[in-house]
């Protein structure tokens, strides 16, 4: 049973390759395994994360070789996940090979992980720090998780956003001018 009140959307910013455009104009964008992954560094911090995953990461279906990613706004600005800094869109854009896309999406599908201690775990993993340094990082990372809903902006120096659903075409508008 529905109330009749259409689901409120939240924007988030996403890049794709730009061979994939036509693609995502017609199917729009899918969870996928490792997205516009190519590491192996990275590669293997997300498959050690994943492994390590608590019982309601499971629930929610929120693991990082299945999930979108996305970029957070921060007003007119997007939060640059390289730095943590605001930048202008255009700006963030233009310094990039990928096509950028504003996208809709339902923001209890939403979480925001901290890719300062991502950035840990992989460092981790790559130096063969002991096991136990490895499984406290996954579980202090898995525990910083949260829902994009309890989000307070700035409180994440670097936030990425994860996104547990497919995106349909209407959700999607192209943002880079040569798209």
Same mark, same amino acid.
């Given at each position: ?5 259409? $689901? ?7 890049? &794709?390759?730009?061979? *994939? ?9 899918? !969870? ?24 309601? *990461? /499971?629930?929610? $279906? ?15 600005? &997007?939060?640059? &996940? ?6 202008? /869109? ?7 090979? $990928? *096509?950028?896309?504003? &996208? ?15 950035? !840990? ?21 898995? $525990?910083?998780? #949260? ?8 409180? #994440? ?14 959700? /999607? ?7």
């Amino acid at each position: 049973m529905t109330n009749g009140c259409k $689901q409120m959307k939240t924007t988030l910013y996403h890049e &794709i390759e730009p061979q *994939t455009l036509d693609d995502v104009r017609r199917n729009g964008l899918k !969870r996928k395994g490792d997205g516009e992954k190519s590491d192996s560094d990275t590669k293997t911090a997300d498959a050690y994360l994943d492994t390590h995953r608590p019982p309601e *990461t /499971i629930r929610a $279906q929120l693991c990082r070789d299945g999930v979108l990613y996305g970029f957070l706004p921060a007003g007119d600005r &997007i939060v640059d &996940i390289r730095n943590g800094a605001e930048v202008d /869109i255009a700006t963030f854009d233009g310094d990039r090979p $990928q *096509t950028l896309l504003r &996208i809709a999406v339902d923001p209890t599908h939403c979480f925001v992980s901290d890719l300062d201690l991502y950035d !840990r775990v992989k460092r981790a993993l790559k130096t063969a720090e002991s096991d136990d340094e490895c499984h406290r990082l996954a579980q202090v990372y898995w $525990q910083r998780v #949260i829902p994009l809903l309890d989000y307070e902006p700035g409180s #994440i120096r670097r936030p990425e956003v994860m996104v547990v659903a497919d995106i349909e075409p209407a959700d /999607i508008e192209v943002v880079s001018p040569d798209g």
